[in-house]
């Protein structure tokens, strides 16, 4: 009977808190996550662009990253998906992205990453969601492709306006100083840094943090999010 009760008890939990697709809100089976229908409509980044989807500088700042890539346009699913995912708990979505980034990424950058990290969410917005989807898609990717994540590196100071109210010529200088190194003495020296995030905007979030990384001595640093809101 006793091995009966965790079974019977997720049969439960899954007729009174059922997944829902993030796309649609449609009740989805459990670990499917997303719909078939919403599927179909994501709009995935074909090739692995890397940096060319940003200019050589952003923001008249050198970048500090070495290559970037994201998996779908920030356009009409997947925008949804990834809103349900930051802002309605909608945990499985972390996966699922992370499984498709995996593939991506191909062996040959795979093998080349040491550590994996995400662009780091300031301690009241984490309390006040209860987590941070950057590091939830991070953790799983890096369990993808068999790394370690490290989410003692990079910090992020609170600020009343966030980042993604202000202008970009404002989020640039607000970048620069919002992100910090957590520990001084620690030292990432000939390390290759695989650092994630949600959605690449503008590129200054990203690059901020990337500078400080590179100031600790990572050779290269990588850089991976789920979404890319950006024209075509
Ligand atoms: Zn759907």
Redesign the pocket.
Known sequence: MQTDRPRSFEFILDILFPEH?P??D?VVDKGRC??S??EKQLEYLEDLPWQSFFEDEINGRKVSFDIATALFYYTGTAAAAVKSFKFRRCLPFADYAAERMAIKLENDITERIDIVTSVPMNIVNRNHRGYDQAELFAVKLADRIGKDYDPTLLGHRFRYISQHKRSAKSRNRSADTTYYIKDASKRLDGKNILICDDVFTTGSTLNACARLLKQMGAERVFAAAICLRAKK
């Open positions: 697709c796309g649609c449609i997303m719909c229908e919403c």
